[in-house]
T-cell receptor, first 112, second 110 residues
Framework: ETGVTQSPTHLIKTRGQQVTLRCSSQ?????VSWYQQALGQGPQFIFQ???????GRGNFPPRFSGLQFPNYSSELNVNALELDDSALYLC???????????FGPGTRLTVL | AQKVTQAQTEISVVEKEDVTLDCVYE???????LFWYKQPPSGELVFLIR??????QNEISGRYSWNFQKSTSSFNFTITASQVVDSAVYFC???????FGSGTRLQVQP
């Protein structure tokens, strides 16, 4: 059974640029959630996708958008990057939306 | 609105000591789930336990135990006979939308 994978591992961008982060869910899982974890803080919920539809969103602006594909993998897109977007972005998958989530290793984004 | 409070920012113990990590939560939901996750220095969050709001039975798993008290909205986590490998940041989280506390960094000294 393959766990949750994320790519890339690290990324450096400059302010104003756009970025796409990718996540492959654990085999059999139909729900993917994205979190932003700033240094020294707990993860903050960005949004969740369940069977290709957005199924809840945290307090993040519209420039944070996502997508879930038929194979349940997912993308997180961030437009017009700001310095405060520098963080570890975590993807988690679960079987159905309320079950325990299993996290990937994260993508560390640095915005200069 | 949901909120999770982990008042202990950092705890340092000596190996083999017992340690309890506190978690207090707020929610208006009548049905919810509580979780504990461990985040070692590698950064990946590791699932430890899920507890349903209607199941107040305490749980023990090896050296780990959890005390869920709905009356005080607390879900505390105890590590018995701590080991150096337990050093990590521990997060308590609340669902329906997964709301995390700010974490407790546990340092276990040899």
């Amino acid at each position: 059974e393959t766990g949750v994978t994320q790519s890339p591992t690290h990324l450096i961008k400059t302010r104003g640029q756009q970025v796409t982060l990718r996540c492959s869910s654990q085999s059999g899982h139909n729900t993917v959630s994205w979190y932003q974890q700033a240094l020294g803080q707990g993860p903050q919920f960005i949004f969740q996708y369940y069977r290709e539809e957005e199924n809840g969103r945290g307090n993040f602006p519209p420039r944070f958008s996502g997508l879930q594909f038929p194979n349940y993998s997912s993308e997180l897109n961030v437009n017009a990057l700001e310095l405060d977007d520098s963080a570890l972005y975590l993807c988690a998958s679960s079987l159905e939306s309320l079950n325990e989530q299993f996290f990937g290793p994260g993508t560390r984004l640095t915005v200069l | 609105a949901q909120k999770v409070t982990q008042a202990q920012t950092e705890i340092s113990v000596v190996e083999k000591e017992d340690v309890t990590l506190d978690c207090v939560y707020e929610t208006r939901d009548t049905t919810y789930y509580l979780f504990w996750y461990k985040q070692p220095p590698s950064g990946e969050l590791v699932f430890l336990i899920r507890r349903n709001s209607f199941d107040e039975q305490n749980e023990i798993s090896g050296r780990y135990s959890w005390n869920f008290q709905k009356s005080t909205s607390s879900f505390n986590f105890t590590i018995t006979a701590s080991q150096v490998v337990d050093s990590a940041v521990y997060f308590c989280a609340l669902r329906r939308a997964l709301t995390f506390g700010s974490g407790t960094r546990l340092q276990v000294q040899p």
